[in-house]
Structures are given as structure tokens and as C-alpha cells.
């Protein structure tokens, strides 16, 4: 079945640095992805997303683009600040019914 | 727009006990999910409704787990005889989808979160 696939954390950076989260996934259709972040003691927000192929979502800063010949959707940000230290949930969704199967989460900590 | 709202926020309760939680669903979105998660996971696919129907159950809801969206709005999630491995947090989510669906963006709630004694 389609799965999700995230590197493993915890992340720890310090503030302004380079930030990446990578992300694969499988999938037998054109899935959606989404990239969700979880705040401590907040529920699950939508931070980016992407539709189809070559597609680049964009958000506060965050990007990810769709690569399906990689079938990835790595999160990037340039330069992290204190207020980014959430855990963060890659996600795609089947088109159908619209369900997401998520990744297992990468929490981040940006230390100042 | 208030948002996807959950109640209880907070149950405690001894095995064995039966438990409901309660979804109010944003009021325009046609589409309810409950979904669950444990400490250092990722929220896991439990069923979905449009309007009324269930349409879809995973093989992790057991015949312990019920859920009911009884008029398209609100939806509930009983629990029978809980397990202390029915410990988690609840999460429901609703968005407004017909057939093909390019991006489905689900709204999520804060969730419930179930501790069994």
C-alpha cells in the first residue's frame, strides 16, 4: 500500500541555519503531498503542499518541491528561527477519498 | 468558521469502560476523518465519512471501535471496553471534497487524547 517515509529525528540546529527534512514516499497513483507541522500543544496545520510533478509549495518561508522521479518531497528552509522548533509531518494523500497517510513525524529544535 | 472542534480534550478512564468522543466538523466541509496517534508517530488512518456514509474503516478499527456521523455534521467515536493499548490521541479532520480531489486539504482538530487506567 502507499506509504511515507521520513529521516528520523530529533533535529537540532542552531538559529539561521540551513534546514532539510527529507521525505520519500510510494505510491501506486499521483498522489498529493502535503508537509503538516505539529506546534507543542497545537494541533496538526497545514504548512505546504503540492499537487503534481515539479510543483514547489511554499510557506512561511518553507519549500518542498514534488519529485516523482525521485518520489520525494524534502523540506527546505534557509535559515530556521526559534519559533520553527515543532514536529513536522510529511503526508500524501490518495485522490479518491482524500484520506493522507502520514510519515512517522521529524521533531525539530532550533536552539537560539 | 470556528474551526474543527473536539470534545472531551481530556479523558481518563479504567479498562473496560466505554468512552465517545465528539467531532464538530468546520460546517461547509462534506468530508469527516478520525484518525490516531501515539507519542512519536504520525497520525493513523482510522475511517472516513462523506455526508453520512462510511465509506471507509482501516483494519486498525476493531470491533471495539464505532463511529456514527448520524445527519453529515457532527461525528462521534465510541470506544467499548477500552484497552490500555487504546491509549493515544484521537484526531478528527474534515475538508470539502467531490470525486477527484487534486489537493484535499484536511483541517484537523486539537484531539482527544485517551488515557486507560
Known amino acids: 500500500g502507499d506509504s511515507v517515509t521520513q529521516m528520523e529525528g530529533p533535529v537540532t540546529l542552531s538559529e539561521e541555519a540551513f534546514l532539510t527534512i527529507n521525505c520519500t514516499y510510494t505510491a501506486t497513483g499521483y498522489p498529493s503531498l502535503f508537509w503538516y507541522v505539529q506546534y507543542p500543544g497545537e494541533g496538526l496545520q497545514l504548512l505546504l503542499k503540492?499537487?503534481?510533478?515539479?510543483d514547489k509549495g511554499s510557506n512561511k518561508g518553507f519549500e518542498a518541491t514534488y519529485r516523482k522521479e525521485t518520489t520525494s518531497f524534502h523540506l527546505e528552509k534557509g535559515s530556521v528561527q526559534v519559533s520553527d522548533s515543532a514536529v513536522y509531518f510529511c503526508a500524501l494523500s490518495d485522490r479518491g477519498r482524500g484520506k493522507l497517510i502520514f510519515g512517522q513525524g521529524t521533531e525539530l529544535s532550533v536552539k537560539p | 468558521d470556528t474551526g474543527v472542534s473536539q470534545n472531551p480534550r481530556h479523558k481518563i478512564t479504567k479498562r473496560g469502560q466505554n468512552v465517545t468522543f465528539r467531532c464538530d466538523p468546520i460546517s461547509e466541509h462534506n468530508r469527516l476523518y478520525w484518525y490516531r496517534q501515539t507519542l512519536g508517530q504520525g497520525p493513523e488512518f482510522l475511517t472516513y465519512f462523506q455526508n453520512e456514509a462510511q465509506l471507509e474503516k482501516s483494519r486498525l478499527l476493531s470491533d471495539r471501535f464505532s463511529a456514527e456521523r448520524p445527519k453529515g455534521s457532527f461525528s462521534t467515536l465510541e470506544i467499548q471496553r477500552t484497552e490500555q493499548g487504546d491509549s493515544a490521541m484521537y484526531l478528527c479532520?474534515?475538508?470539502f471534497g467531490q470525486g477527484y480531489s487534486g489537493a484535499n486539504v484536511l483541517t484537523f482538530g486539537a484531539g482527544s487524547r485517551l488515557t486507560v487506567l
Open positions: 479532520a474534515s475538508s
Open positions: 503540492a499537487t503534481k510533478a515539479d
